[in-house]
């Protein structure tokens, strides 16, 4: 449970800084109380995280050699596209990209719905936007993963710590820190992650149980 926990963690934490989600918590603390903020995007990311870990036991039954490669595989690819992505950008890069897509998704939602003028409303906004932006990113597919071959109250407890600061960070000094923030240097750092994760993998070797 403790590798579980930690990988989780780890990967969580990087590959989450920065990213989109990050900012749409930014941009909804700025507007919006920020404990009420903290507690959609938490609960939206939480529930994301135990569904992501439902869908890896689901895959878990598959015989365990043809999951073990699917693994070293997965996260090898992940890792390898990160790191392409990095050196494609350049040294001064901030998280541009990420930042103007979060307020594409906030001023979307700000012209469709009136939602965010009650603490019930900001609540379901907070929960409603990060959800929908969470859907289907890498962290997911990687949580999904990980839950297939680990322990999985280890992967949920650990996505659920990552989510949380990672959420803390964003409402508490977003605004400080998001100027400060290298795409490049973080989709590096997690680039190299994967493949760490990835070589940890091959080494292990099969496993019959969950760790």
């Known amino acids: 449970m403790l590798t ?29 109380d920020r404990k ?3 507690a959609g995007v938490v609960a939206a990311l939480a529930t994301m995280t135990v569904l992501s870990v439902a ?13 073990h490669y699917a693994e070293i595989i997965l996260f090898a690819l992940f890792g390898f596209k990160l790191l392409y992505d990095a050196s494609k950008m350049a040294p001064e890069a901030g998280s541009n990209d990420e930042q103007e897509e979060a307020l594409e998704v906030v001023k979307k939602a700000d012209q469709k719905f ?25 962290t997911q ?14 992967v949920i407890l650990g996505g659920i710590v990552g989510h949380t600061i990672c959420a803390a960070i964003a409402v508490l000094g977003g605004k400080l820190i998001a100027g400060r923030l290298s795409e490049r240097t973080i989709t590096a750092i997690g680039g190299c992650l994967f493949l760490v994760f990835s070589a ?3 080494f292990e070797g099969v496993r019959s149980t969950p760790a």
């Open 114 to 138: 009136v939602i965010g003028k009650t603490k019930w409303g900001t609540l379901l906004e907070s929960f409603i936007l990060t959800f929908a932006a969470e859907w289907g990113d890498r």
């Open 55 to 67: 869908v890896g036991r689901i895959f878990s039954f598959l015989p365990p050699i043809y999951i």
């Open 141 to 154: 597919i990687a949580t999904i993963a990980l839950a297939t071959f680990h322990n999985p109250y280890g």
């Open 200 to 202: 940890i993998a091959l």
């Open 36 to 38: 009420i903020v903290f």
């Open 4 to 32: 579980a926990f930690t990988a989780t963690l780890l990967l969580i934490t990087i590959s989450e800084l920065g990213d989109k989600t990050f900012f749409i918590a930014v941009i909804l603390s700025s507007k919006y």
